[in-house]
């Protein structure tokens, strides 16, 4: 466990540094550009633990202890004295629109990376999971709408679905645009094309604690294995009750068991409950067990667990791994598809939470992201750069709020001094400086407390 912290530590760290190192370039190569001196480019901020002097300007080039962001320090007549020599060098003496190319250029250095990354990715391949569906939950959305279990989504509305990745977003999209009906076209079992229409009730389903897909009744398709112990845990419940590698469980209080869902379901139900199980051993035959699930907080719930696991599904698990490739200018112009689609649905999100349409608990923290880093580079490399695109979306997206302090906060007043042909006065300034610092304060505490929440579950 410790390894894998490190490893996802690791993982973000180096994701950060990249995302970071490239909105800093962008604000820094366009000061450049716009006659502006720069005189510290650092990458994070506290003690610096590396620099240099560089040729050009004396500009100095820090690497910082505390990597969780980064800044670009230009001269300015506000925040010291500037000789008279380098006045015209000074950012506040350059046009507003010399300002505004300055600010904005942090976040589309963001935007290009992630073209750039998903145009690298859709072009060497990206593997990824078939939308197959699973168990459909009887009186759910998706039960009620007809789907049944390995139904392939090809397309969800107008976009095409080749991963269970895209199905999610594109689900996710549509669940956004409110109430009514979602239409899927999915290929049956038998190799049938059809239509779906599922009903949904947006603001309820952002709303709600858990998996916005799982709310609705759909489920990632997992093969139907009966329920043969694969691997325990030493000290789990399973252990305990006296079960072994390679044992059936045939029956649980004289109740049939067929797969391993039944299994997994009838365990997640039943915490703190002694269960009278019947398993089939190899060596001895049939055997009765008295088992009693451990109680774990989960999304909301208190469910059962054993500490046991299957291992035969993964001989059967081939169907639904996809590998999804395209051309170099069908992946170029993908690229900038995804970008945008992952902007408008972070955007659409945000003002979900704004307005109350979508629960808190959607926002992630450091600690959040760090896991996700983690999981997607041991997947593989593709998933890691897949990963470091949607972060570096959702970074340009954040900055160009229109909160003072961030990038959009500076573009704000600027479009002050467009409309009123002057500067914002310095007072207001202040006061919205002031005002930014409250709500990214109230932002990270409220993405630190689920973090910490989601841990502790």
Known sequence: MFSNALYSIAAFL????????????????VARKMGVKVLKFSIGFGKPIWSRKGKVDDTEYVLASIPLGGYVKMLDEREGNVH????????????????????????????????????????????????????????????????????????????RTPTWSD???????????GDGAIEFNVTTVSGESVTRELQVDGSKILKSDGDVVRNLGISQWWPKVPAVIGGLQPDGAATAA????GDQVIAVDGAAIETWRDWVLLIRANPEKELQITVERESTGTVDLQLTPKAKEAQGSTIGFIG??????????????????????????????????????????????????????????????????????????????????????????????????????????????????????????????????????????????????????
Not at 14 to 29: C, K, P, T, Y
Not at 168 to 174: C, E, M, P
Request: with cysteine; glycine share 8%.
């Open 242 to 245: 006296g079960l072994l590698i």
């Open 167 to 177: 199905a999610r977003i594109a689900l996710l999209d549509q669940a956004m645009s």
């Open 308 to 457: 046991a696991w299957e291992t035969l599904s993964s001989e059967q698990a081939g169907k639904a791994r996809v590998v999804v490739k395209y051309p170099p200018l069908e992946a170029f112009t993908n690229g900038l598809a995804r970008t945008w689609e992952m902007s408008v649905l972070t955007l659409r999100m945000l003002q979900k939470l704004l307005i109350g349409e979508a629960a808190i608990e959607n926002i992630s923290g450091p600690i959040s992201i760090a896991q996700f880093a983690g999981q997607s580079a041991s997947i593989g490399l593709d998933h890691y750069l897949n990963f470091i695109a949607l972060i570096s979306i959702s970074l340009a997206v954040l900055n160009l709020l229109p909160i003072p302090m961030l990038d959009g906060g500076h573009l704000l007043f600027y479009l002050y001094e467009i409309i009123f042909r002057k500067p914002l006065p310095e007072r207001a300034q202040l006061i919205g400086q002031q005002f930014g610092i409250v709500v990214l304060g109230c932002l990270m505490f409220v993405a630190f407390y689920n973090d910490i929440w989601r841990l502790l579950q």
């Open 14 to 29: 180096v994701a950060l540094g990249v995302l970071i190192s490239i909105h800093e370039f962008g604000h820094f190569w």
């Open 84 to 159: 008279p020599d380098e006045v015209d060098r000074a950012f506040n003496r350059k046009s507003v629109w010399a300002r505004i190319a300055v600010v904005i250029a942090g976040p589309v250095a963001n935007f290009l990376l992630a073209i750039a990354v998903y145009w690298i990715v859709m072009m060497t391949g990206i593997s990824g999971i078939a939308p197959l569906l699973g168990e459909i939950d009887e009186g759910s959305p998706a039960g009620n709408a007809g789907f049944q279990f390995e139904d392939r989504i090809d397309s969800i509305g107008d976009k």
